[in-house]
Structure formats: structure tokens, C-alpha cells
């Protein structure tokens, strides 16, 4: 704010126990308002958001609409958490126990039962090695914020989550993208990953298994992966929401099982497996066997979680039961409906031309691959996506969200009769615009 040059001097007085005491004459200002945005603020920057607020298209008013965009679980109704969930927070919340206000890292009995059901002699954890978070994203935030700095940069999976970039610019922190392959069930491409460690390096992002992929890495890829980082000396932030949300022909390897060495920040939750996204309980699980954190990292993450104060405290009273009571079929009949909706819409697609799908291991999603060169009409997949709602009443998620240009995210956690209505509208939309070599050709002349 300014002030005029020819300002007027004011004689200021401050009382004290009724005395008057001069603090002599002080130039004065004309106030005005200036109130501005934050820095901060102006680098927050959610990709999802910015390209779907961008698309202005309106479904076709004859078809009713089916969203495959968007990754809740809980939308449709076909997917209810189990009667176990509910009801040890219903106890909790009837107990009165759990009102004021909990330790800003957690109750340590829930950090105890985390930590108890998290625990293996591969890696070993204890209360202590557990940060109790609002949500998976909030574990995400804190451990960013504790092991980077402005001007440092983080290695991100592309495609990816795109929160991850959303989180690391708002705090100056730049992002590089390392490649997943999808020939190779979106595998990390290592040379590529490796080759963008420099000295501002500060960890680096393995989400598995993945969003937006569904892909489930193997034990060998996780241990290449691995080696990389300690090469490096590297730190991992392992996002690990979806962890064992895979099919039944693979297996899910927490990533810290598999090293002694290389110091790892595991985020979870219970929004994905338990299907309660909305009730924002997350965790940091601490794996630093070599004492590389040591007490610098353990200590810094204590002092962000303080800045919120720490998670909902009915569902931290009820994460004990939650965990250790939540019946084996529960997870097994979630997995079966996923499963078999994947395959359901792997098949589909996969006979559609035009269309590539990469088929999933586990999450919630699946990949397909836009082959633009058979609809010359779409620029990129942003308008191919926004043709099929204005057409077709279907709404998937252009990949650019992700920045993996020409493919789109289907959600495959909607009812198996709205997958495959889905399907079909889909494989009419191709059916109407794909071009052969010769018609693709021909309209490309015509351009």
C-alpha cells in the first residue's frame, strides 16, 4: 500500500494503567484497500479441474448420462462399505469418548493399531512410525512438505495422479516426469527415470498400485526401481492408496518389504479399500530401517501435522475395529465386482477399432489409447472426449489430465449394466467417426 508524500504528522498517544505516555508524532497514511490473492494460492494449479471446467459441452439430452470420470467409489451406490465399518463408528460415535481434540499425529492406541496391521518382519513398524492424516492426500502434502524445499524437484510418474504436481508447485517445488510404458503394463521406463536425478533431486513418487493406470508393479520391476533409488540415495514418498486392490492373478508387494536400505514414506487410507472416501482418514507409514530420517524427518513431520491439528477423531476411535474386524469376504466380493468389470470393459474396447485398451491388475481404472491418425476430425483427446458427452451422453477423462496426451481413464467401480451401455455407446461414437488410412487420409487433404 502507498501513502501520500504530503501525508499529515500525527501526535500518537498509548495509555498504560490509566497514564498517558507520547510515543511523539509519526507519519500518517491514507489507508486504502489492498487486499490480494497469495502467491501460494496463485500456484495452485489442479490440472482435472482446469481442462474439465475448460470443456463447455452439454450431454445429448436423448441419452442419460454415465460418468466414468470420476474415482469415488461410493457415487453409484453399487459398492457400500461393510456393516463391520459403519457400525464401529456409529459405537464411537454413541461412546461421547472421541469429542475434543486428539494429539495432532493421532491417538497413539490408533497409531498402535496402523501400525499393528501394517506390521511385518520385512518391515517392522511401531506407533511411533505412524503419522495419522486427514485422507491419502494430506499424507501426500505432509510428506512433500517435509522432504523438499522451494527450488528443489520431485520425480512424478507420467501419466500420474495429478495431484502430486498440484501440491509440489503451490510450494515451489518443480516437477519432473518420468515416463510408464504402456506396452509394458505402464511399467517405469528406468534409464528415463534415472536420467533426470540431479543434486536438487528430493525423493521420488511410486504410486502403486496406480492411478490412473490400474497397473500392479511386479516384485522384480519393484526391486529395479529400488536400486535406482539407492544408487541415487534417492528417498521414495510411496503412494500406496490402492494397496492390495488387485486382482486375484496378481500379487501387491508393499514397497518397503523389499528394502533395508533405501528410506521410504508409505501414504494410505481407508478411502479406497474400506470405500469410504469421504471420511478423510489417512496415514504416513515411516520406514527408515538405516536411520536415514532419523529424528530431522520424524520431527518435521510432528510440526506440520500440528498445523490442522489431525484427523476426524470418531473415525480415529474407530480405525482399530475397522481394520482388524472388517471381514475377508468384504474385500474379496469389492475385488470380484472390479475385476470383472475390467474385464467386461478390457473385452469391449478391445474390439472397437480405433481403440487400444491396456488392460488392469488392480485399482480402479483402466487406460485406453485414442489412435488418432483413424478420427482426423478430433484435434487431441480432450474433443474426442467431449464429442462422446455431447453425443453420447458418456463421460470419460481425457488423459491430458494425467500428462499422457491421446488416451482416456475410464472408472470401472459403476454398476456391470452401466459399463456395458457404456461400451456400446462408445463403439457407436468409434463406429461413426473412425477413418481408414485411405478416409483419414483423404480428410486431411481436405483440411
Not at 7 to 18: C, E, Q, S, Y
Not at 50 to 55: F, G, H, L, N, T
Not at 215 to 243: M, N, T, W
Not at 298 to 305: A, E, F, I, K, P
Amino acid at each position: 500500500m502507498q501513502s501520500s508524500n504530503h501525508a499529515p504528522m500525527l501526535d500518537v498517544h498509548l495509555k498504560t494503567n490509566g497514564n498517558s505516555m507520547s510515543l511523539g508524532k509519526v507519519k500518517g497514511r491514507k489507508p486504502r484497500w489492498a487486499v490480494r490473492a497469495s502467491e501460494m494460492s496463485k500456484k495452485t494449479f489442479n490440472p482435472v479441474r482446469a481442462i474439465v471446467d475448460s470443456m463447455k459441452v452439454e450431454p445429448n439430452p436423448k441419452k442419460a448420462m454415465i460418468s466414468l470420470s470420476l474415482g469415488d467409489p461410493t457415487v453409484f451406490g453399487n459398492l457400500p462399505t461393510n456393516d463391520e465399518v459403519t457400525q464401529a463408528v456409529k459405537e464411537v460415535l454413541d461412546s461421547g469418548h472421541y469429542n475434543g481434540y486428539a494429539p495432532s499425529v493421532g491417538y497413539q492406541s490408533c497409531r498402535e493399531a496402523v501400525a499393528a496391521y501394517y506390521n511385518c518382519p520385512e518391515a517392522p513398524l511401531e506407533a511411533q512410525d505412524v503419522i495419522l492424516t486427514s485422507g491419502c492426500s494430506q499424507a501426500i502434502e505432509l510428506a512433500l512438505a517435509v522432504l523438499a524445499n522451494p527450488g528443489q524437484n520431485i520425480l512424478v510418474p507420467r501419466p500420474g495422479f495429478s495431484l502430486y504436481k498440484t501440491l509440489a508447485l503451490s510450494m515451489g517445488i518443480e516437477v519432473k516426469l518420468y515416463n510408464l510404458l504402456p506396452e509394458k503394463a505402464w511399467e517405469i521406463d528406468l534409464k528415463h527415470l534415472e536420467s533426470l536425478v540431479d543434486e536438487k533431486t528430493a525423493c521420488l513418487i511410486v504410486n502403486n498400485p496406480s492411478n490412473p493406470c490400474g497397473s500392479v508393479f511386479s516384485k522384480s520391476h519393484l526391486q529395479k526401481i529400488l536400486a535406482v533409488a539407492s544408487r541415487q540415495c534417492v528417498p521414495i514418498l510411496a503412494d500406496e492408496i490402492y494397496g492390495d486392490m488387485v486382482f486375484a492373478d496378481c500379487k501387491y508387494e508393499p514397497i518397503a518389504t523389499l528394502s533395508t536400505s533405501v528410506p521410504i514414506l508409505s501414504c494410505g487410507g481407508l478411502a479406497k479399500r474400506w470405500l469410504v472416501p469421504g471420511w478423510r482418514m489417512g496415514w504416513i507409514l515411516i520406514h527408515d530401517r538405516r536411520d536415514i530420517f532419523g529424528n530431522e524427518i520424524r520431527d518435521g513431520l510432528l510440526r506440520l501435522s500440528q498445523r490442522i491439528l489431525g484427523p476426524c477423531t470418531i473415525v480415529q476411535g474407530a480405525l482399530e475395529r475397522i481394520l482388524h474386524r472388517t471381514p475377508p469376504e468384504f474385500y474379496h466380493n469389492t475385488l470380484s465386482i472390479l475385476k470383472s468389470n475390467a474385464d467386461l470393459c478390457y473385452a469391449a474396447l478391445s474390439a472397437i477399432p480405433g481403440l487400444q485398451p491396456v488392460r488392469p491388475a488392480g485399482a480402479m481404472y483402466l487406460m485406453v489409447e485414442i489412435e488418432m491418425e483413424h478420427f482426423p476430425e478430433f484435434e487431441n483427446d480432450v474433443e474426442f472426449t467431449e464429442r462422446l458427452i455431447s453425443e453420447q451422453s458418456v463421460f470419460c477423462l481425457p488423459a491430458t489430465c494425467f500428462e499422457y496426451p491421446n488416451f482416456f481413464r475410464v472408472v470401472i467401480t459403476v454398476p456391470e449394466e452401466m459399463i456395458l451401455e457404456a461400451c456400446s455407446r462408445i463403439q457407436e461414437f468409434c463406429e461413426m467417426h473412425y477413418q481408414g488410412a485411405e478416409g483419414a487420409q483423404d480428410l486431411e487433404c481436405d483440411k
